[in-house]
DNA sequence: TAATGAACATTATGTTCATTA
DNA sequence: TAATGAACATAATGTTCATTA
């Protein structure tokens, strides 16, 4: 075991997430999540989504589909790529978030004790 | 700024509060670190304590003092260090204290708010 | 085994670069 | 600039070894 939990692990369930309310690819997901954080002056770097998202795939738990950004070919022609759950996908995902939510108390834990201890 | 509290920076933070508490010597915090955090699976390793230590005496917060551990040398001749705080030590060890602690408050709000979302 | 320390190895990251239907 | 990805660099650890008044 660890001391706290891995960053890796921590956007990996956010992601999942995500793709479970069907948002967006990755760089979108980036600024979401940089969004919903700078408030902690946290601001997660742009290499850990993408590590994130191709272990994901890499496991078996997303596969991905390639798109145009806009409909209209000559005005955007930028590529994005959508995540979504394989067949087995979604149980995976599942049993990740579980495992990673006692990572999540564990820490919450051990922190809430370093508080007290010492303040 | 980094995603969660450095173990480093966490271990200290128990040192400090261990000396200003004239808790013993290095082996000794160790073994009572992990026994207080056992319960969370958590086993601080040997050589983060001492590299703590060493890193507050390099910064000038606290200096060593030699001893045999026990009275009678014929049957304990173990030398152990023992630390205390320098002149700007203490002032120096609050410091610190204070900036952890934001740290500290900083890493639950963002645990707490991935628990809040995701689960 | 207790106690300290250093050396070594590895992993998890952060940073920079490359590419572009 | 948006979007993806890879390459590179480094810091923070974990693991093993050495030493012993």
Do not use: W
């Not at 706290?4 to 990996?12: G, L, N, S, T, Y």
């Not at 994130?52 to 390639?66: D, I, N, P, S």
Request: net charge neutral; hydrophobic share 35%; glycine share 8%.
């Amino acid at each position: 075991m660890g001391f706290m939990i891995a960053q890796r692990a921590f956007i990996k369930v956010y992601l999942i997430t995500m793709v479970e309310q069907q948002r967006g690819y990755g760089y979108q997901m980036l600024e979401e999540l940089r969004k919903d954080f700078s408030s902690f002056g946290y601001s997660p770097p742009q290499s850990e989504i993408y590590r994130a998202l191709h272990e994901l795939v890499q496991e078996g738990v997303l596969y991905r589909t390639k798109h145009l950004k806009g409909n209209d070919p000559k005005v955007d022609f930028q590529e994005i790529v959508l995540y979504h759950f394989t067949d087995e996908g979604s149980e995976k995902a599942e049993l990740y978030k579980k495992q990673i939510k006692g990572d999540l108390d564990r820490c919450l834990g051990i922190l809430n004790k370093a508080v007290n201890d010492n303040y």
